[in-house]
């Protein structure tokens, strides 16, 4: 983590079924960092872990960070961690905010997409461009309704009459069709989109085909799920440095095959998303599971990341 700072857990709530917002202040009471619409954290969870949480309150606000951590089912500790071990009155350690998912200087208008609990830096931009006039709408698609952080504050907010939201437990009318949005790119006109892979897929998809400008395309995964198949086999990786070749199970992850050899290799998401832990491949045919590295990089197979991807042969040659 960069530079890091105590804060309190002002605040813990159930934001959805299986979503807790959780308000930060500084320990001392001093004004926090100021941050930026798409700006997220490193959080020290207390499994030990560090995550990346969006900020998704009004960026004019200094007395307070807030964030919202989905409980995920594959988790390795991190978000569990966070519903099941943080209260309120709690100290956690922060990073002062970064931002890679910075809004455009003055669109014309812009399109914010979010998918499930990728609403949280597209909340923040709503926030933003609401706060200084510019236009916009937003596009909330989720599993159901009790799967919908913030529901309530949206509808209460300025902009609830330029949000709409896709349920996809609801009837067919309401979903989003995401080809028919993005049908015309514009000049000056923004698409902003987070969510879990598929529904980045989706949307990125509808974007190329239609011909919108990479400049006019801004994105952040949030939360990769690893990909995993139903028959993970077990390969095997060599330190080069060394020789010593490591036996990696088929239900274990390179990092942890590593970690239990007492080799580390530095991480934080864990989830193929930041590259912390990216590692030279010298042979083998790496399995690519991650979002961190563009499809070009990912076929010259020269590296990976080593959390949530494996190997396509029966072992790899690590730079380590
Ligand atoms: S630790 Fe973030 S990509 Fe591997």
Known sequence: MNSTFDVVVRRKRQEAQDICSFELADALGRPLPAFSAGAHIDVQTPHGSVRQYSLCNDADESHRYLIAVL???????????????????????I???RNHFPLAHAPSYSILLAGGIGITP???????????GEGFELHYCTRSKDRTAFADHIRASTFASQVSFHFDDGPSGQRLDVGKLL????????????GPKGFMDAVM???????????????????AE?????AESGFEVQLASSGRIVAVRADQTVIDALEAAGVSVATSCEQGVCGSCLTRVLEGIPDHRDVYLSAAEQAANDQFLPCCSRSKSARLVLDL
């Not at 597209?122 to 200084?132: G, Q, T, W």
């Not at 998809?205 to 939360?223: D, I, K, L, N």
Request: with cysteine.
């Open 122 to 132: 597209i909340l923040c931009m709503a926030e933003r461009l609401a706060r200084v």
């Open 95 to 97: 990073s002062a905010p």
């Open 205 to 223: 998809g509808a974007a190329s085909s239609t011909g919108w400008p990479e400049s006019q395309v801004h994105y952040e995964f949030f939360g």
């Open 71 to 93: 409980k995920d089912g594959n988790s390795r500790g991190g978000s569990r961690s966070m519903h099941e071990n943080v209260s309120e009155g709690d100290r956690l350690v």
């Open 226 to 230: 690893p990909m995993k198949s139903d």
């Open 183 to 194: 049908a015309n790119p514009a000049a000056g006109v923004h698409v902003y989109m987070c």
